[in-house]
């Protein structure tokens, strides 16, 4: 008999205030195939649904370990795979930044007659810090109110996590809560905020949206190869966090730009901007952005589908030998996150040839159309959270 095994990827990010590679190279993949399933309009955590799936692959052999390695580019070695989460999310999560909180906690929930082998009970808990809990799942009202106490009092900003029915045909539940909240390094004033119009490609009024709008001295460009106007916005005192905003030229559907970024990555932006504070410093721009507030839930399995991964949901075919003796599977994978962007804040490579910049009309980003957004940490220019905003409200 097979039994399931179901993955929960819960993050957060509010508003007030060569193994890098890895989680930055498939955000934009992950970003468009998730998009896709939902009808655009969404955030997710790339970073934190990497880091869940790694964890996964620890357990994974054969052509489980296989797909999820491919699709996530890992390494072939185990102990690679281990050394080099552990330095990425060191490098991700300990940075020390006044005005910025980012924090991400693993959860292991074990039924309670489940064999766990040793070796994989370790890794998890020593190599990716994350706590293995036993519950009686037979019990599944009991195991979710316990499950969700223990997530709740480990310090994590979330309630309701799982519910009964996640336990009834479970034997073991992967969770990965993450959360982000940062205060910008220039503020929006707040009495600027007005009412305006919202635009879609074809310059239709969509709906109203409550735009924030300041001038100040930000890195914006012109990346003509990408088709969009780029804008970094900075968060706490060392900007060691930061939003990147890809607003497509006038005409230009984000669909156009998901292509291209296939060849333009997140680093070649980073550098793009550098180089034009290089050369020509900073000038005083206009940036208007709406505020906002997503939240997505959906269930990851057709987005995972599209990357290449399927063994781990096929009770025929998934093989998690470095976990357990027992015939297990994933049921599914969800993921939760929401993001809040206001006046205060967020709370939630070598440069390609391709990549030609034209400093010249980025004097102001005004993001009245459909645009993407990135929450990076800068230095290793990993993603964190990853969206687009094509649906206007007024929040």
């Given at each position: 008999?097979?039994?399931?095994?179901?993955?929960?990827?819960?993050?957060?990010?509010?508003?007030?205030?060569?193994?890098?590679?890895?989680?930055?190279?498939?955000?934009?993949?992950?970003?468009?195939?998730?998009?896709?399933?939902?009808?655009?309009?969404?955030?997710?955590?790339?970073?934190?649904?990497?880091?869940?799936?790694?964890?996964?692959?620890?357990?994974?052999?054969?052509?489980?370990?296989?797909?999820?390695?491919?699709?996530?580019?890992?390494?072939?070695?185990?102990?690679?795979?281990?050394?080099?989460?552990?330095?990425?999310?060191?490098?991700?999560?300990?940075?020390?930044?006044?005005?910025?909180?980012?924090?991400?906690?693993n959860f292991v929930f074990a039924d309670d007659d489940l064999f766990l082998k040793p070796g994989f009970k370790q890794t998890v808990t020593k190599?990716?810090?994350?706590?293995?809990?036993?519950?009686?799942?037979?019990?599944?009202?009991?195991?979710a109110a316990k499950a969700n106490n223990f997530i709740l009092n480990s310090g994590a900003r979330v309630t309701n996590v799982l519910f009964s029915?996640?336990?009834?045909?479970?034997?073991?539940?992967?969770?990965?809560?993450?959360?982000?909240?940062?205060?910008?390094?220039?503020?929006?004033?707040?009495?600027?905020?007005?009412?305006?119009?919202?635009?879609?490609?074809?310059?239709?009024?969509?709906?109203?949206?409550?735009?924030?709008?300041?001038?100040?001295?930000?890195?914006?460009?012109?990346?003509?190869?990408?088709?969009?106007?780029?804008?970094?916005?900075?968060?706490?005192?060392?900007?060691?966090?930061?939003?990147?905003?890809?607003?497509?030229?006038?005409?230009?559907?984000?669909?156009?730009?998901?292509?291209?970024?296939?060849?333009?990555?997140?680093?070649?932006?980073?550098?793009?901007?550098?180089?034009?504070?290089?050369?020509?410093?900073?000038?005083?721009?206009?940036?208007?952005?709406?505020?906002?507030?997503?939240?997505?839930?959906?269930?990851?399995?057709?987005?995972?589908?599209?990357?290449?991964?399927?063994?781990?949901?096929?009770?025929?075919?998934?093989?998690?030998?470095?976990?357990?003796?027992?015939?297990?599977?994933?049921?599914?994978?969800?993921?939760?996150?929401?993001?809040?962007?206001?006046?205060?804040?967020?709370?939630?490579?070598?440069?390609?040839?391709?990549?030609?910049?034209?400093?010249?009309?980025?004097?102001?980003?005004?993001?009245?159309?459909?645009?993407?957004?990135?929450?990076?940490?800068?230095?290793?220019?990993?993603v964190i959270f990853a969206g687009i905003y094509s649906k206007p409200s007024l929040y």
């Amino acid at each position: 008999m097979r039994f399931s095994v179901l993955i929960f990827l819960i993050t957060s990010c509010y508003c007030d205030v060569d193994f890098s590679e890895r989680p930055r190279n498939f955000s934009v993949e992950l970003l468009y195939h998730t998009q896709k399933a939902i009808g655009g309009h969404v955030v997710i955590s790339p970073f934190g649904i990497w880091t869940l799936m790694t964890g996964l692959a620890v357990g994974a052999t054969g052509d489980s370990f296989e797909q999820i390695r491919i699709a996530f580019i890992l390494p072939r070695s185990l102990k690679t795979v281990v050394a080099g989460y552990k330095g990425l999310t060191n490098s991700v999560l300990k940075r020390a930044s006044d005005g910025v909180s980012l924090t991400s906690k693993n959860f292991v929930f074990a039924d309670d007659d489940l064999f766990l082998k040793p070796g994989f009970k370790q890794t998890v808990t020593k190599d990716f810090d994350a706590t293995i809990k036993v519950l009686d799942f037979k019990d599944s009202n009991d195991a979710a109110a316990k499950a969700n106490n223990f997530i709740l009092n480990s310090g994590a900003r979330v309630t309701n996590v799982l519910f009964s029915e996640d336990f009834e045909q479970s034997r073991m539940i992967l969770t990965n809560v993450i959360s982000f909240k940062g205060l910008w390094t220039s503020p929006f004033n707040a009495s600027d905020t007005t009412v305006e119009d919202f635009y879609n490609e074809n310059k239709e009024v969509m709906g109203k949206v409550k735009m924030m709008q300041q001038k100040g001295e930000f890195p914006l460009t012109n990346i003509v190869a990408l088709k969009s106007f780029v804008c970094e916005l900075t968060y706490g005192t060392d900007e060691a966090y930061s939003m990147l905003v890809i607003l497509p030229h006038p005409g230009v559907k984000v669909e156009d730009v998901y292509k291209i970024l296939e060849n333009i990555t997140i680093p070649d932006i980073i550098a793009r901007l550098q180089q034009d504070i290089n050369d020509y410093g900073l000038d005083e721009v206009e940036i208007k952005l709406p505020r906002f507030k997503i939240s997505t839930n959906i269930v990851m399995n057709r987005p995972l589908n599209d990357m290449g991964v399927y063994d781990i949901f096929d009770p025929a075919y998934a093989s998690f030998s470095r976990a357990t003796n027992e015939s297990i599977y994933v049921s599914s994978i969800v993921h939760k996150a929401d993001i809040e962007v206001s006046e205060a804040g967020t709370v939630a490579s070598a440069v390609s040839a391709a990549v030609l910049s034209n400093r010249f009309g980025a004097t102001r980003l005004v993001a009245d159309r459909p645009f993407l957004y990135f929450i990076i940490e800068r230095s290793t220019a990993t993603v964190i959270f990853a969206g687009i905003y094509s649906k206007p409200s007024l929040y």
